[in-house]
Nanobody, 120 residues
Framework: QVQLVESGGGLVQPGGSLKLSCAASGSVVTIYRMGWYRQAPGKQRERVAT???????NYAASVQGRFTISRDNAKNTVYLQMNSLKSEDTAVYSCYLNGARPGGPTLTYWGQGTQVTVSS
């Protein structure tokens, strides 16, 4: 089994910054992609950012230019640097890992989520 542990959420004022981390541990898997989703109360879950093995990244239009996803392969950790935060960024942010054990199927694993609140 793969465990994902997120950290870095909290309360920040509009215009501020936060950096989320998501560390993967447990079973050895080939990681194909990692990323972040978010869900605000009463809204659908939204894919925020993804980074694939090649290092290519992809962002939701709503965060493009403000958020940066990165990955430390040695630590199996993915980061989400969030700048110029807005109230509409308030949500529970969850990281995910898409990968496969040797000879096994490709699966998606999820973290428990971390709350980000942007408010003055």
């Amino acid at each position: 089994q793969v465990q994902l542990v997120e950290s870095g959420g909290g309360l920040v004022q509009p215009g501020g910054s936060l950096k989320l981390s998501c560390a993967a541990s447990g079973s050895v898997v080939t990681i194909y992609r990692m990323g972040w989703y978010r869900q605000a109360p009463g809204k659908q879950r939204e894919r925020v950012a993804t980074i694939i093995n090649s290092g290519s990244t992809n962002y939701a239009a709503s965060v493009q230019g403000r958020f940066t996803i990165s990955r430390d392969n040695a630590k199996n950790t993915v980061y989400l640097q969030m700048n110029s935060l807005k109230s509409e960024d308030t949500a529970v942010y969850s990281c995910y890992l898409n990968g496969a054990r040797p000879g096994g199927p490709t699966l998606t694993y999820w973290g428990q989520g971390t709350q980000v609140t942007v408010s003055s």
